[in-house]
């Protein structure tokens, strides 16, 4: 009888579909709120550091005089935090995850100057 059984459950996972997928060249549709990674437009930032200073894990760097920010993907556990505490409501939670890689890396946001 449980040779039985086995034999189903062999001859079922042989022809079924994989339960994984070969991600990341294959994506699932995300969640309702699925909590992928921080944007920035950065266009509507005034450099006020306040993410900066919210964030408990030190993944944003704000450079007021060289209006840059920056952040560490591999440091952010998408707290929303840094979201919350934005006065312009720049920040946003993308739910598309990061991209996975093997090297750390910082990615940076750069806003140019305005020529109004
Ligand atoms: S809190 Fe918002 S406006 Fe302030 S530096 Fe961060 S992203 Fe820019
Ligand atoms: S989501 Fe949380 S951990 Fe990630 S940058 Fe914002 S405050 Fe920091």
């Not at 994506?27 to 964030?55: D, M």
Request: hydrophobic letters at 35%; aromatic letters at 6%.
């Amino acid at each position: 009888m449980a040779h039985l059984t086995i034999s189903k459950i062999i001859t079922r996972s042989a022809v079924s579909k994989y339960a994984t997928r070969l991600y990341p060249f294959v994506k699932r549709e995300p969640y309702k709120n699925t909590r992928g990674h921080i944007a920035n437009e950065i266009n509507l930032c005034i450099f006020c550091s306040l993410c900066q200073k919210k964030c408990p894990t030190h993944a944003i760097t704000v450079k007021k005089p060289d209006k840059i920010w920056e952040i560490d993907r591999m440091k952010c556990i998408q707290c929303g935090a840094c979201v919350d505490a934005c006065p312009k409501k720049c920040l946003s939670m993308d739910q598309q995850y990061s991209a996975p890689s093997p090297v750390k890396s910082i990615e940076s946001f750069h806003q140019e100057a305005s020529t109004l």
